[in-house]
């Protein structure tokens, strides 16, 4: 069971791209619809793993 998902693994996939690309936080949140908090935390996850 568990907590359910509340970002599909798409959605993060496609924040990382837009990110990759050089798109502010302000925008990956528009276009994902993932508020600026969780993106902070997925997107810092990745970060700290490659360091």
Do not use: N, Q, Y
């Not at 599909?8 to 908090?37: F, M, N, Q």
């Amino acid at each position: 069971m568990g907590r359910p998902v509340a970002h599909p693994a798409e959605k993060i996939d496609h924040a990382r791209l837009l990110k990759a690309e050089g798109a502010s936080p302000a925008r990956i949140a528009v276009k994902t619809g993932i508020p600026h908090a969780s993106l902070h935390r997925h997107l810092s996850v990745e970060r700290r793993l490659l360091t």
